[in-house]
T-cell receptor, first 118, second 112 residues
Framework: DGGITQSPKYLFRKEGQNVTLSCEQNLNHDAMYWYRQDPGQGLRLIYYSQIVNDFQKGDIAEGYSVSREKKESFPLTVTSAQKNPTAFYLC?????????????????FGPGTRLTVL | KQEVTQIPAALSVPEGENLVLNCSFTDSAIYNLQWFRQDPGKGLTSLLLIQSSQREQTSGRLNASLDKSSGRSTLYIAASQPGDSATYLCAVPGAGSYQLTFGKGTKLSVIP
């Protein structure tokens, strides 16, 4: 089945630790995204990547880092510099960057990872 | 900066009713608008994508309309069912940006 997988489903982090969230897609999509969702708030973009070895900061990139070494993989690291990391993290992909001129591409989302800081 | 508002924040209806969810956005220079569904604790599922050149898009019991000039979109759900209970989000690209801006969603409860 084609789709996006995220692991783990639940993740617990101690203060001062870095943790890495996994995102893999087998849709052959070029663009990938990481969002953060907090209760009562809309999704906020952390990072996005248009192509392998290229990524751009979103609205709330501070305290996060990403890599895009393979087309199908876009891991997100939550560093100890992120002051309030407890949230639901969603990974998405699309054929191309959504919203560009003439773009028709739907974003497809993974099931999410819930990160809790202990 | 693009802002997206969804009203109401929550809606409860009896099964079988037709209903309308609203989405408004501040910058009308958009390429498209998407409606998503999110079940509790789950990721988002795309429902409909409307291009800026379109006025409507239909999928089964769902119909989405787009009025760019007024900065509004509606999602019409016909003959609602308990399985329609979820949070519905709309999203538009930011002005001159590839980033999607999401509304906070409307939480729909369909009562059997």
């Amino acid at each position: 089945d084609g789709g996006i997988t995220q692991s783990p489903k639940y993740l617990f982090r101690k203060e001062g630790q870095n943790v890495t969230l996994s995102c893999e897609q087998n849709l052959n999509h070029d663009a990938m995204y990481w969002y953060r969702q907090d209760p009562g708030q809309g999704l906020r973009l952390i990072y996005y990547s248009q192509i392998v070895n290229d990524f751009q900061k979103g609205d709330i990139a501070e305290g996060y880092s990403v890599s895009r070494e393979k087309k199908e993989s876009f891991p997100l690291t939550v560093t100890s510099a992120q002051k309030n990391p407890t949230a639901f993290y969603l990974c998405a992909s699309s054929m191309r960057l959504a919203g560009g001129a003439g773009a028709t591409d739907t974003q497809y989302f993974g099931p999410g990872t819930r990160l809790t800081v202990l | 900066k693009q802002e997206v508002t969804q009203i109401p924040a929550a809606l409860s209806v009896p099964e079988g009713e037709n209903l309308v969810l609203n989405c408004s956005f501040t910058d009308s220079a958009i390429y498209n608008l998407q409606w998503f569904r999110q079940d509790p604790g789950k990721g988002l599922t795309s429902l409909l994508l409307i291009q800026s050149s379109q006025r409507e898009q239909t999928s089964g019991r769902l119909n989405a309309s787009l009025d760019k000039s007024s900065g509004r979109s509606t999602l019409y759900i016909a003959a609602s069912q308990p399985g329609d209970s979820a949070t519905y989000l709309c999203a538009v690209p930011g002005a001159g940006s590839y980033q999607l801006t999401f509304g906070k969603g409307t939480k729909l409860s369909v009562i059997p």
